[in-house]
């Protein structure tokens, strides 16, 4: 069974970094092909893809955000980590991990949806 | 950057009927890499088609997607009191970001 939960601060003041934590379970992101994103979604509002994260350590990050987010695995806890730096109160959202599970032929892995989620973690960003 | 625009933002049926939901690239997009997601109020996101048509594990047969090119489609054949939920496309072609629309929100009637 696949599981992923996110970990974090629920409130933030302006300024200061986020990081949150993915947990996750019944998969390894050893595995070639395998990746794990972060979406995140504003209340009420539309999800936004932000970053993924592969098994060979190749990192994608949205353009608009680049400056403020980083991704890191620590493959052998099973976990992801995500820091947003700067925080502004437009970066109030649930925040989403979810896994991009493998789309390998012999030779090449190529892009993947997202076939499991964690929960979602709100994130408040309020002096 | 490909922006997928939805339409309706909202669609408002009762159970039974059958609900089209478009989503438009803003460029061709090979059709193996996109994506349908239903999300009901307070979860997360549920894969429902992945490859433009392909429905994902346990997603029941009344979910259907088609098209190519620019023009995506989620079909339900006949929506159940469950349906009711905003659903999202997503592209997932060539390298990240892989974007998604700003969704669409079955209602009923």
């Known amino acids: 069974q696949i599981t992923l939960k996110e970990s974090g601060p629920t409130l933030v003041k302006p300024t200061q970094t986020l990081t949150l934590t993915c947990s996750f379970s019944?998969?390894?992101?050893?595995?070639?092909?395998?990746?794990v994103g972060w979406i995140r979604q504003p209340p009420g509002k539309a999800l936004q893809w932000l970053a993924l994260?592969?098994?060979?350590?190749?990192?994608h990050y949205s353009p608009s955000l680049k400056s403020k987010l980083t991704v890191t695995k620590d493959t052998s806890r099973n976990q992801v980590v995500l820091t947003v730096t700067n925080m502004d109160p437009i970066d109030t959202a649930t925040y989403y991990c979810?896994?991009?599970?493998?789309?390998?032929?012999?030779?090449?892995?190529?892009?993947?949806?997202?076939?499991?989620w964690g929960q979602g973690t709100m994130v408040t960003v309020s002096s | 950057e490909l922006v997928l625009t939805q339409s309706p933002g909202t669609l408002s049926l009762s159970p039974g009927e059958r609900a089209t939901l478009s989503c438009r690239a803003s460029?061709?997009?090979?059709?193996?890499?996109l994506a349908w997601y239903q999300q009901k109020p307070g979860q997360a996101p549920r894969l429902l088609i992945y490859?433009?048509?392909s429905r994902s594990t346990d997603i029941p047969d009344r979910f259907s997607g088609s098209g190519s090119g620019t023009d995506f489609t989620l079909t339900i054949s006949r929506v159940e009191p469950e349906d009711f939920a905003v659903y999202h496309c997503?592209?997932?072609?060539?390298?990240?970001?892989?974007?998604f629309g700003q969704g669409t929100r079955l209602e009923i009637k």
């Open positions: 979810a896994r991009s599970p493998p789309n390998c032929g012999s030779g090449s892995c190529y892009p993947n949806t997202f076939d499991m």
């Open positions: 019944g998969f390894s992101l050893s595995t070639r092909g395998v990746g």
């Open positions: 994260i592969y098994w060979d350590d190749d990192k």
């Open positions: 460029q061709s997009i090979n059709s193996h890499y």
């Open positions: 490859g433009a048509s």
């Open positions: 997503q592209h997932y072609w060539n390298s990240p970001p892989n974007t």
